[in-house]
């Protein structure tokens, strides 16, 4: 009878996975010290982008001496010894640029995902059904399961392997006689664990979602109150396991082979008690007794059980939900009160949301037995209760030099069960003297609370890319460093070995606040009535967010602590973590933090077009429709801390962040056939750090011999 209706839907969506090696332009490109650079400001560019970017002190064969001390020595795949090649000019201590992508040398984006494979299976159904004029009952349900392989990069030891010439099983003889001629009875050495597997990460994942309601309308005396009333229950599980992680104390017991002496096979020295001394202790945490002896020298050398011995699987399940009640109402004041542009409209209504997080791992996470640093099973939870109301005042219509004045007002208070009250409001105004022309203007302050990620997360080990604002080549971007770093005790002319990824800790903070967001638009709508179908809108907006949820990067850590004019600031430089011999950074723990400020103004302007083309006089069936939409990026300032107003980061103009974009799409539309034509632009954008000196910016298009990547037009067609 018309009155109901089901919907069914079923999808499979495959994506192969492409690593960035395999796109055509990658050719590990990088930057290198411009050895024809004399200082600051001397017209001659600081660094020079070039192709095959790598390092020499690191490979999936091992490299013996990476950092001196001795000849530096690598391996063929087969184990056989070669003399490792040299960089052509120094990116840092640990990169430099090579004349092509020699096998010997590791290259950053080798193991790095362009995308990851993706199996997605996507089923739902929708129904609606009127029970009469006055109630329709409403639902839908979704279940989604997607597989998602990610690689990462292998587990790696950087320098920090001792290899025993005197006694390892597995060194050639060449080798150790070389190492020991030149008096090593000890050597270090650096290498990816690419022949036990990459990292990679398998996800399952399943996400559930119904929603169900029932909306109608209802008289109260004259007035018709619409209603819509509904219950909204999602729920995401993940498993994911990281497979092939290193277990460091076992390989240290794996690589400290010898050949036992009463078998004639190499051997772990903690399976050997003759070859121990005196006061040896196993290094190995987790069944120490099945040791089995690792060969570093080449690819894929060591036995079957070595690798089991040193190598094990991560297992994270995490599970969020949200359940959501939403009652809301609305109805005009036409039956007992209009102004001259009409009556008033009102909405109102209640919201009740509940979100719950849980994150459990395996043992040996729990424990610490991995690379990364021990992580606890965490949970948590947060409910929040809202009222709101909005109204729309018509206070004039029809009039001369008056076709339409309006005010819109909206009100939402929230109670938070993890970040108190918290209040938002907005009020706009609409004035449209002619046809033609239409003026609006709004200002709001909006509330956000911390999510349960950002909230509950657990306290995590990860990995992160760093510049230590300590190393020589960094210590002059601010005038407080190089002070602060000797206060650290690194010496002066300090070289970091900061291009290879270190370790971090982070996870979510209970005590966060909402974060709160003031805004100020206001524009202009040209729609001619001379030109169906055709306007134009321009806006500009102004926006300030105060007590931003941020998660406080490594980086930042790294820099805050020794950039402060009144000294090394405590706080920060307690969440990093530097070897004590080395001084190069092991360890920064962050995490999220009421601690920034963004401030963002730009112009949006937005034209459409929808005519036939017979109406431009073209003897041509079928519609055509335009659409350009651009803005005007005018200041976007990162606040890593707003309490620091000085001290910013000036993102407008920089890459990812052009201060001109542009989107364009015709469409053309004849019969059952669709033709469109995309198109998106972007203006040139800054390498170098575009922050104003008086910002505490220090960059320069000297930087970079290339300080700017060029205007990018790209184009897409559809039919």
């Known amino acids: 009878d018309g009155r109901g209706n089901v919907t069914f839907f079923v999808e499979n969506q495959r994506i192969s996975e492409v690593l960035q090696p395999e796109l055509q332009q990658s050719r590990a490109f990088g930057t290198v010290i411009n050895p024809d650079d004399t200082a600051e400001d001397d017209g001659i560019a600081d660094r020079l982008t070039v192709p095959f970017v790598g390092s020499e002190f690191i490979n999936n064969f091992t490299v013996l001496n990476p950092f001196g001390g001795g000849p530096r020595i690598t391996f063929n795949p087969d184990g056989s010894p070669v003399d490792q090649v040299s960089r052509d000019l120094t990116n840092s201590f640990a990169f430099g640029n090579f004349s092509e992508r020699f096998d010997t040398v590791f290259f950053g984006e080798d193991f790095v995902n362009f995308t990851p494979k993706q199996d997605r299976v996507t089923v739902a159904s929708t129904f609606k059904y009127d029970i009469n004029d006055n109630v329709r009952v409403y639902g839908d349900i979704k279940y989604v399961d997607t597989d998602i392989e990610q690689q990462f990069q292998p587990s790696f030891r950087f320098g920090n392997i001792t290899i025993d010439v005197e006694d390892n099983a597995f060194l050639d003889s060449v080798t150790r006689q070389r190492l020991l001629d030149g008096g090593q009875t000890v050597v270090s050495a650096a290498r990816f664990f690419t022949d036990i597997g990459n990292r990679s990460a398998s996800n399952d994942r399943s996400l559930f979602r119904v929603v169900t309601g029932v909306d109608g309308f209802f008289d109260v005396g004259e007035t018709t109150f619409d209603y819509d009333v509904s219950y909204n229950y999602g729920q995401t599980d993940n498993t994911r396991r990281t497979l092939n992680d290193l277990i460091p104390s076992n390989f240290v017991a794996a690589v400290d082979s010898l050949v036992d002496p009463n078998t004639g096979l190499p051997a772990c020295r903690s399976q050997v008690p003759s070859a121990q001394g005196e006061g040896y202790e196993d290094p190995a945490l987790v069944n120490g007794g099945n040791c089995a002896p690792f060969n570093p020298f080449g690819f894929n050398q060591g036995s079957d059980a070595a690798k089991d011995f040193i190598s094990g699987n991560v297992t994270r399940e995490d599970s969020i939900s949200q359940e959501v009640f939403l009652a809301q109402f609305s109805f005009d004041t036409s039956a007992f009160l209009e102004l001259q542009g009409g009556a008033i409209g009102v909405a109102f209504g209640y919201e009740n949301r509940t979100e719950t997080s849980e994150t459990t791992t395996d043992e040996f996470t729990k ?316 203006e040139r954008a800054a390498r170098f750090d575009v922050t104003p000196e008086a910002l505490g910016g220090a960059g320069s298009t000297e930087d970079f011999d290339i300080p700017f990547v060029g205007s990018i037009w790209t184009h897409d067609l559809g039919v």
């Open 367 to 682: 424990a610490g037995f991995f690379l990364g640093a021990a992580t606890p099973d965490e949970e948590g939870s947060f409910d929040v209760d809202e009222f709101f109301m909005e109204v729309r005042l018509p206070i004039l219509a029809d009039l001369e030099f008056a076709k339409e004045l309006s005010i819109d007002a909206a009100f939402r208070t929230a109670d938070y069960s993890h970040a108190g009250s918290a209040d938002a409001w907005q009020v706009g105004l609409v004035y449209a003297p002619f046809d033609d022309i239409r003026v609006r203007a709004q200002l709001g302050e909006a509330v956000r609370a911390p999510n349960v990620s950002e909230a509950f997360s657990p306290q995590s080990p990860g990995f992160a890319n760093i510049n230590d604002p300590c190393d020589a080549d960094n210590i002059s971007e601010d005038p407080d460093r190089a002070a602060n770093c000797a206060a650290l005790g690194i010496p002066e002319g300090f070289q970091a070995n900061d291009n290879v990824s270190i370790d971090i800790i982070s996870g979510g903070n209970p005590d966060l606040d909402s974060e709160t967001a003031k805004s100020f638009t206001y524009g202009v709508v040209y729609t001619p009535t001379f030109l169906e179908n055709f306007s134009v809108t321009v806006d500009y907006y102004d926006i300030e967010v105060e007590d931003a949820i941020t998660f406080i990067q490594p980086q930042d850590i790294l820099d805050l602590c020794v950039d402060g004019s009144a000294g090394l600031d405590a706080a920060f430089c307690g969440q990093i973590t530097r070897d004590p011999a080395t001084n190069d950074v092991d360890l920064v723990t962050s995490g999220f933090a009421n601690a920034g400020a963004r401030t963002s103004r730009g112009v949006d302007f937005q034209v459409r077009y929808l005519t036939d083309l017979a109406d431009l006089g073209l003897d041509l069936p079928g519609e055509v429709r335009f659409n350009v939409f651009g803005t005007r990026n005018l200041e976007l300032n990162l606040f890593a801390f707003q309490d620091r107003p000085n001290e910013a980061n000036a993102e407008a103009g920089e890459v990812g962040d052009s201060r001109d974009q542009l989107n364009t799409s015709v469409d053309y539309n004849v019969g059952d056939w669709n033709f469109n034509w995309s198109s998106r632009f972007l």
